[in-house]
């Protein structure tokens, strides 16, 4: 956590990540036929790679 | 139907896999090379999260509630990617104090209290216990389908005796490899290298087996994930069970289990034991925050597609039992059996975790608070108690393992996989909010926390658990549908008349309201004990970076006492380990150093309990061991100092950097101090030649009344001139004076400055042949209307050519005079053919007083000649009329080029110019 804005970006992912798995965001992701899993998996696999990106970012310490 | 003696030797030889796996993760770990010290080894062991609830029952759950089966790890998710904030913490935490379990954690946390950390140990009891049941129901179950299974008829799991059951015998080789691989030492804070070994293990196997199935059933069976698809949206049944209509509670209930996974993620005994009692390396969980849930995501990647293969086939099967049916119903013959070992290590890794936290939770919050009550318990040899806490462990272990075991035997049918699963994640989410609160706020108390968490079991246990066993026929089901006794608000599954609601989010919903709404209400208006405070700040303050716990001891006790103390609880072997960076035993009488007293109360804390460790040491240290205040103190004069220390750093920084502007500011006064004592001198010299003379040939006049008319004359010229130069001089001083004043009163006119040029070359056209030098002049214009001072202007351009004459080649002098127009005004630039003026100094000529030295320096002519009150007069003067002067490098000549630009004059108005100049 030494890197600049590191605990803010963690913070601002963490928000991120609520705001994709949860309504209202969730109920325009259903609307597409059958598209909810699909939505689900892409916007769970992007956070994953944000955070690998986020922590695995050694510059800065 | 399979041999059933080839899966029971494939069973078991897995399991004896385990073993030797264990053994050689100890074995190296004795040697030094751990071979957990990795984060990759780490995120593995955090999944045993999955078990074999993940491995059959999502499936299952998919095809019954779609999407909703993933709420189960996205909440995890969320948990791990504030794993580096939370988790971070919580492992800083537990390697200071000596954590050995979530309920120890608790404890210490609000007081070291014993009594919160039974509760906590009780509640994780009776809430797993169903879970360790799940997992010996889902070897049972996954046993009896590879075993009985027949394609195309519905499947019986007959009634047998427990000892044909093979899960009551997995249950024992758990129990035997338990102790063995976790009861190796005393200190239940150290890390059990060998098992988080073998639960990575488990978790690649999982994975594998998992992943093996899911190609088989979209590749073998389907071609393909289009294929697939496009057979399920042929089906509206099966696109409507992907939606969110087919998830229990639709949107508010897909919220309900995200929290509830999240909560219970992080109250789990065995994520706990996992994520922080194992921990070896705080920085492991930046890795583990990414590659947990990566691993979540890639295990849960083929559940919809075997989910809705298997309804495809609709051959009405249990869709629990998915993974495993449809790789048999195709008549393939290895992958059933790596499916089973799957199951078998999901089930086992959860059964192995679960139960070493728990035995630690029942040895050391449960049984251990009761023994040290009992008097004869401490006039024990060295060492007894222990093998004692070991033993205590040892049948707990089994303890937990045959009451799983019981449960399953005996109430397990009455449940489905997921319903287990959830009833039990929503028990141990009651210990979230005062782990969580507990961490972040230092109001929160004991008696909050007790009193939160005892009313949230008990809103699960009405709300999940007795309605469960309504639903199992051993209750009235009309509790259900018509309250107890007929009180219509007190219906379990609709509390208060809260309708509709899915039954998990509802209990979560007035279990948590519950159970944070007292945990804080009553912090509020309590008060905390000292001990209480001072644990508080200690977690909350964990991260403080100047925290040291040892420096805050006040406590009194001999050596002796201690070391007694010690060896009837550790061993020998750990006593001297304790001792070991301090003298030798003759010391025994003197009183212990605080640092000391701190080790043995972590050492004993580690084995039995933060909260027994406490009782132990107060038993033998006089005086307050801990003290709120001067914690408080420390923790407020580290942060004031660190605050006192920025502000002084910006400070000294501001110091340094006034002190820099000062050091210049005095560097240039003392320059120009400099210059005008040389000035004075040399002012004072230019005034006495003249005067001298004057005085000279004055004299002469007097005394020599016989001089000829013609010297008398010559004479008088001279005075004449000398009076001249010498109010020349006065008159530049006073000039000087005035511009620097603001005083410098010009009369502006228009006026044609080549017409004003030549009329300045006239004059200095003789001087200037006198000094044989030679001038070129190109005017490019007529005329150039500027606005200025016409004797004042002349001055200036007189002043230009003088020094453009002094600077020029002694041998060849020559200058060259150039008049242009340049943009909106017109510049005149004098240059000369000298040796020209460097960069930085061009400036500096512009200061008054400041004469550059001449080139013949060093001859005799050194001194610099004229007054150096010329260029900054003229600059001066320039200035005053909205132009500009400066030096630049002449290009033509080689040497210095002196440029004056002024404004172009506007263009005449019907106003004389006289009346626009005076406004």
């Known amino acids: 956590m030494n890197a600049p804005h590191r605990k803010e970006r963690l913070v601002a992912l963490i928000a991120l990540a609520t705001m994709l798995f949860t309504p209202p965001l969730l109920l325009i992701a259903d609307r597409l036929d059958g598209g909810l899993p699909l939505y689900l998996f892409l916007a769970w696999g992007s956070v994953i790679a944000l955070m690998a990106w986020l922590m695995e970012d050694r510059r800065g310490e | ?919």
């Open chain 2, 1 to 919: 139907m399979r041999d059933d003696v080839v899966v029971l030797v494939i069973a078991f030889g897995y399991l004896a896999l385990l073993f030797v796996i264990a053994a050689w993760g100890d074995r190296r770990a004795e040697q030094g090379r751990s071979v957990i010290g990795s984060p990759t080894v780490y995120a593995l062991s955090i999944a045993v999260y999955c078990t074999a609830w993940t491995f059959y029952g999502s499936v299952g759950r998919a095809a019954e509630a779609g999407p909703g089966f993933l709420l189960i790890y996205l909440g995890p998710t969320l948990a791990m990617l504030m794993a580096p904030l939370v988790i971070r913490k919580m492992v800083r935490i537990a390697t200071t104090h000596r954590i050995t379990s979530i309920a120890d954690f608790i404890s210490a946390r609000y007081g070291k209290s014993a009594g919160l950390g039974a509760l906590v140990a009780l509640i994780a009891l009776v809430g797993t216990t169903p879970y360790i049941a799940l997992q010996l129901k889902a070897i049972t179950l996954s046993h009896a389908v590879l075993v009985d299974y027949v394609p195309e008829s519905p499947m019986a799991t007959a009634e047998a005796s427990f000892w044909t059951d093979r899960s009551f015998w997995v249950a024992l080789v758990l129990a035997v490899f338990i102790i063995l691989f976790g009861t190796r030492h005393l200190d239940a804070s150290e890390r059990h290298e060998g098992m988080v070994a073998a639960i990575a293990f488990e978790s690649l196997v999982k994975l594998a087996a998992f992943l093996a199935v899911g190609i088989f059933t979209v590749f073998v069976l389907y071609q393909g994930p289009g294929d697939l698809f496009r057979q399920v949206a042929a089906s509206p049944a099966l696109t409507d069970a992907l939606s969110l209509e087919s998830v229990p509670g639709g949107a508010l209930g897909w919220v309900g289990m995200l929290v509830l996974a999240f909560l219970a993620f992080l109250g789990l005994p065995r994520q706990f034991q996992v994520l922080v009692v194992e921990n070896v390396d705080e920085r492991h969980i930046q890795r583990a925050a990414w590659l947990f849930p990566l691993y979540l995501l890639v295990i849960n990647l083929f559940v919809i597609p075997i989910a809705m293969a298997g309804l495809l086939g609709g051959s009405g099967e249990d869709p629990d039992s998915f993974v495993l049916t449809l790789p048999m119903a195709a008549g393939v013959d290895g992958l059933p059996v790596l499916v089973f070992i799957g199951g078998l290590s999901a089930a086992t890794g959860m059964m192995i975790v679960e139960t070493i936290a728990l035995s630690t939770m029942v040895s050391n919050q449960l049984v251990m608070p009761l023994l040290l009550r009992s008097r004869h318990l401490h006039r024990g040899h060295s060492g007894s108690l222990a093998n004692r806490v070991l033993g205590i462990r040892r049948v707990a272990i089994l303890g937990i393992l045959l009451l799983g075991y019981s449960y399953h035997a005996l109430i397990g049918d009455a449940y489905s996989l997921v319903t287990i699963g959830l009833v039990s994640f929503a028990a141990v989410a009651q210990f979230t909010p005062a782990l969580l609160i507990g961490l972040y706020w230092r109001g929160a108390n004991r008696l909050g926390a007790g009193l939160g968490m005892s009313a949230g079991i008990l809103v699960w246990a009405w709300t999940l658990l007795i309605p469960g066993f309504a639903q199992s026929g051993w209750l009235n089901a009309d509790l259900l549908t018509q309250g107890p006794i007929g009180i219509d608000w007190l219906r379990p599954y609709a509390l208060f008349g809260l309708e509709d609601w899915d039954i998990y989010t509802h209990s979560l919903f007035w279990s948590l309201a519950a159970n944070i709404g007292l945990l804080i209400g009553v912090s509020l208006f309590s008060r905390a004990s000292p001990l209480e405070q001072t644990q508080a700040a200690l977690f909350t303050e964990a991260l403080h970076p100047r925290l040291d716990q040892t420096s805050l001891w006040r406590g009194h006790t001999l050596r002796g006492e201690l070391r007694a103390l010690l060896d009837r609880y550790l061993g020998t072997a750990a006593t001297q380990r304790v001792f070991a960076d301090h003298a030798p035993d003759d010391a025994d009488d003197q009183s212990a150093s605080t640092a000391l007293v701190a080790r043995a109360e972590q050492a004993l804390a580690g084995a039995l309990g933060n909260a027994s460790a406490r009782v132990l040491i107060d038993s033998v240290v006089r005086g307050e061991a801990l003290d709120l205040d001067a914690i408080l103190r420390i923790l407020d004069t580290t942060s004031e100092t660190l605050e006192m220390n920025r502000r002084l750093e910006q400070k000294s920084r501001e110091l340094a950097r006034i002190g820099q502007e000062l050091r210049e500011a005095n560097d240039r006064l003392r320059e120009l101090d400099r210059l005008k004592d040389e000035f004075v001198a040399m002012v004072s010299h230019e005034l006495r030649t003249p005067l001298t003379s004057i005085r000279a040939f004055a004299e002469i006049l007097r005394d020599n009344r016989d001089l000829t008319e013609q010297r008398r004359e010559h004479f008088l010229d001279v005075v004449v001139r000398e009076s001249q130069r010498l109010s020349r001089l006065i008159e530049e001083i006073l000039d000087l004076a005035r511009l620097e004043s603001g005083r410098l009163t010009l009369e502006p006119h228009r006026l044609d400055l080549a017409a004003l040029t030549r009329q300045a070359l006239d004059a200095m056209h003789h001087p200037l042949e006198e000094r044989g030098i030679a001038l070129e002049i190109a005017c490019e214009v007529d005329t150039a209307e500027v606005i200025g001072d016409p004797d004042r202007l002349e001055q200036v351009i007189i002043n230009l050519i003088d020094n453009a004459g002094k600077f020029a080649d002694a041998g060849m002098p020559r200058i060259s005079l150039r008049l242009t127009r340049h943009r909106r005004g017109f510049r005149l630039a004098v240059a000369d053919n000298g040796p020209g003026i460097d960069e930085s100094e061009r400036e500096r000529v512009f200061e008054k007083f400041h004469q550059l030295p001449h080139p013949d320096a060093g001859t005799t002519r050194s001194r610099p000649r004229g007054s150096g009150l010329g260029l900054p007069i003229s600059r001066g003067i320039v200035a005053h009329l909205g132009g500009r002067l400066w030096i630049e490098n002449d290009c033509d000549l080689g040497g210095a080029c002196l440029v004056m630009e002024l404004p172009e004059a506007p263009a005449i108005s019907p106003t004389p110019p006289d009346m626009l100049l005076s406004q």
